[in-house]
């Protein structure tokens, strides 16, 4: 149903994404710069530490990106040249660039249609002896299939960059795999503007990654890089991190009055409310998505296809029918802490009126 002529009910732009940011981030960052060390430091040390401590792991090693986090992550799992990475289409080009980074190749799997997550099935049809690791993000916030991709028996790295602070079996995400990734870019569930975390099973993986990070005093010489974190990220992220539960409490709020709010539409919601973190409230159109989201962009509503192209299709190959089919149907509405209920309610009316 599309109505001509709806009234605007706002003249305020709703973000798509936002920060939840405050005083006590503000004033962190406040201490770091008036205690003059601003580039890694001992902020950086106590951020790792609190962040394994939340996670219930040992070793967690901070990096400049979720992208940084995957590069360090499969060069200290040994992946390089010859061998193959599966990972799916349906996600960021972070995951293709940091398997190409390290000279492997990049092997393109399809998604399950309900949770948009890598298909256990079809993920097992493409493992040859040359698969070293499969990347396995938690899109949208909802754990994928990890009892089934354990069984694969290759080795798995979470890619946790949409899902921090969510479970699997409650058991926090990131505690599955060899190794796990995080992002904490600033439109993600935590945000430190840009920055990354590692934690593993190993604490061999995490040492590699410590002496891979920063190209500094180092004896032995080999290829480096400059991944670091700062202490005025570390310390915006010690303050998100103390904020995460309440963080994922408030999305978990919206997603629910979205549900209600939308369940008269002929429309497909993301599965399994209670363990989902809502990093993104997708909506499943039975048609393309691409109209309803340019409308409702034009009426102050940021909308955006959660995934902006399928892999494969920079491939130009074919074969990804589901992958296609979320891309085309798929939309993201607002969702984060901050966005307040009158806002969830404006989102709500003007999605309905534009269906
Ligand atoms: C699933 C996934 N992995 C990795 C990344 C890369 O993280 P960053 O932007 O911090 O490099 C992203 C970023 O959007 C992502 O969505």
Redesign the pocket.
Same mark, same amino acid.
């Given at each position: 149903m599309v109505m001509a002529n709806t009234p605007q009910i706002s003249d305020t732009f709703i973000p798509h994404s936002r920060p939840s940011l405050g005083d006590d981030e503000a004033q962190a960052v406040a201490a770091v710069v008036r205690s003059g060390h601003v580039a890694e430091g001992e902020v950086v040390g106590r951020f790792e530490k609190a962040f394994a401590k939340k996670m219930g792991v040992q070793h967690a090693v901070a990096v400049s990106?979720?992208? =940084?986090a995957?590069h360090l992550t499969l060069l200290a799992m040994g992946v390089g040249p010859d061998d193959e990475v599966i990972i799916p289409s349906y $996600?960021?080009t =972070?995951?293709l660039y940091a398997v190409q980074y390290v000279g492997a190749r990049p092997v393109l799997a399809e998604i399950a249609p309900h949770t948009y997550n890598l298909d256990p099935g079809d993920v097992e049809k493409r493992i040859t002896r040359r698969t070293k690791a499969i990347i396995v993000?938690h899109m949208f916030g909802l754990a994928a299939d990890l009892d089934r991709l354990l069984k694969l028996d290759v080795p798995l790295i979470e890619?946790c =960059?949409?899902s921090v602070g969510g479970t699997y079996r409650n058991k926090p995400l990131g505690t599955f795999g060899e190794a796990a $990734?995080f992002?904490f870019?600033a439109t993600k569930v935590m945000a430190t503007g840009?920055g990354?975390m590692v934690v593993a099973r190993s604490p061999e993986i995490i040492d590699r990654i410590r002496d891979l990070k920063t190209y500094d005093q180092k004896k032995a010489n080999r290829v480096r890089y400059n991944y670091k974190m700062t202490d005025i990220q570390a310390a915006m992220g010690e303050v998100q991190l103390g904020r995460l539960d309440d963080f994922i409490a408030r999305r978990r709020n919206i997603a629910r009055s979205y549900i209600h709010g939308l369940k008269s539409l002929a429309i497909k919601f993301p599965e399994d409310p209670d363990q989902h973190i809502y990093f993104r409230f997708t909506v499943g159109l039975n048609a393309d998505c691409e109209p309803i989201i340019e409308r409702l962009v034009d009426q102050g509503i940021g909308c955006a296809r959660p995934v902006f192209l399928p892999l494969h299709r920079h491939f130009k190959m074919d074969g990804y029918p589901l992958t296609d089919q979320a891309w085309k149907t798929i939309l993201s509405i607002p969702i984060y802490p901050s966005l307040a209920d009158e806002a969830v309610n404006q989102v709500i009316t003007r999605f309905i009126s534009n269906i």
């Amino acid at each position: 149903m599309v109505m001509a002529n709806t009234p605007q009910i706002s003249d305020t732009f709703i973000p798509h994404s936002r920060p939840s940011l405050g005083d006590d981030e503000a004033q962190a960052v406040a201490a770091v710069v008036r205690s003059g060390h601003v580039a890694e430091g001992e902020v950086v040390g106590r951020f790792e530490k609190a962040f394994a401590k939340k996670m219930g792991v040992q070793h967690a090693v901070a990096v400049s990106s979720g992208t =940084a986090a995957l590069h360090l992550t499969l060069l200290a799992m040994g992946v390089g040249p010859d061998d193959e990475v599966i990972i799916p289409s349906y $996600v960021c080009t =972070a995951l293709l660039y940091a398997v190409q980074y390290v000279g492997a190749r990049p092997v393109l799997a399809e998604i399950a249609p309900h949770t948009y997550n890598l298909d256990p099935g079809d993920v097992e049809k493409r493992i040859t002896r040359r698969t070293k690791a499969i990347i396995v993000p938690h899109m949208f916030g909802l754990a994928a299939d990890l009892d089934r991709l354990l069984k694969l028996d290759v080795p798995l790295i979470e890619d946790c =960059a949409q899902s921090v602070g969510g479970t699997y079996r409650n058991k926090p995400l990131g505690t599955f795999g060899e190794a796990a $990734v995080f992002s904490f870019y600033a439109t993600k569930v935590m945000a430190t503007g840009e920055g990354g975390m590692v934690v593993a099973r190993s604490p061999e993986i995490i040492d590699r990654i410590r002496d891979l990070k920063t190209y500094d005093q180092k004896k032995a010489n080999r290829v480096r890089y400059n991944y670091k974190m700062t202490d005025i990220q570390a310390a915006m992220g010690e303050v998100q991190l103390g904020r995460l539960d309440d963080f994922i409490a408030r999305r978990r709020n919206i997603a629910r009055s979205y549900i209600h709010g939308l369940k008269s539409l002929a429309i497909k919601f993301p599965e399994d409310p209670d363990q989902h973190i809502y990093f993104r409230f997708t909506v499943g159109l039975n048609a393309d998505c691409e109209p309803i989201i340019e409308r409702l962009v034009d009426q102050g509503i940021g909308c955006a296809r959660p995934v902006f192209l399928p892999l494969h299709r920079h491939f130009k190959m074919d074969g990804y029918p589901l992958t296609d089919q979320a891309w085309k149907t798929i939309l993201s509405i607002p969702i984060y802490p901050s966005l307040a209920d009158e806002a969830v309610n404006q989102v709500i009316t003007r999605f309905i009126s534009n269906i």
